[in-house]
Nanobody, 114 residues
Framework: QVQLVESGGGLVQPGGSLRLSCVVS????????LGWYRQAPGKQRERVAT???????TYADSVKGRFTISRDVAKNTVYLHMNSLKPEDTAVYYC????????WGQGTQVTVSS
């Protein structure tokens, strides 16, 4: 069974940066693509970035040009580099397969506020 552990969130001012990490353990060879998702209070969970086993990446329009997804295969870790953060980026961030079939981790809270 695959397990996901997210970390790296925190409180940051508008315009700031954060790097989120997601350690993937278990039967990782079965995963074709991984993504970062976020859920803001009162809103549905949305996928903001995807990376495939071939290294291709895609982004939601709301984060394009500001967020970058990357991975370290040796460490079984996927990252989300977030720059030029805005208050509307405030959410709990999760990683999961695309589509998401792995049990969700605890997520990591990102709060963008002055």
């Amino acid at each position: 069974q695959v397990q996901l552990v997210e970390s790296g969130g925190g409180l940051v001012q508008p315009g700031g940066s954060l790097r989120l990490s997601c350690v993937v353990s278990g039967r990782i060879f079965s995963i074709n693509a991984l993504g970062w998702y976020r859920q803001a209070p009162g809103k549905q969970r949305e996928r903001v970035a995807t990376i495939t086993t071939g290294g291709s990446t895609t982004y939601a329009d709301s984060v394009k040009g500001r967020f970058t997804i990357s991975r370290d295969v040796a460490k079984n870790t996927v990252y989300l580099h977030m720059n030029s953060l805005k208050p509307e980026d405030t959410a709990v961030y999760y990683c999961n397969a695309v589509p998401p079939y792995i049990p969700w981790g605890q997520g990591t809270q990102v709060t963008v506020s002055s």
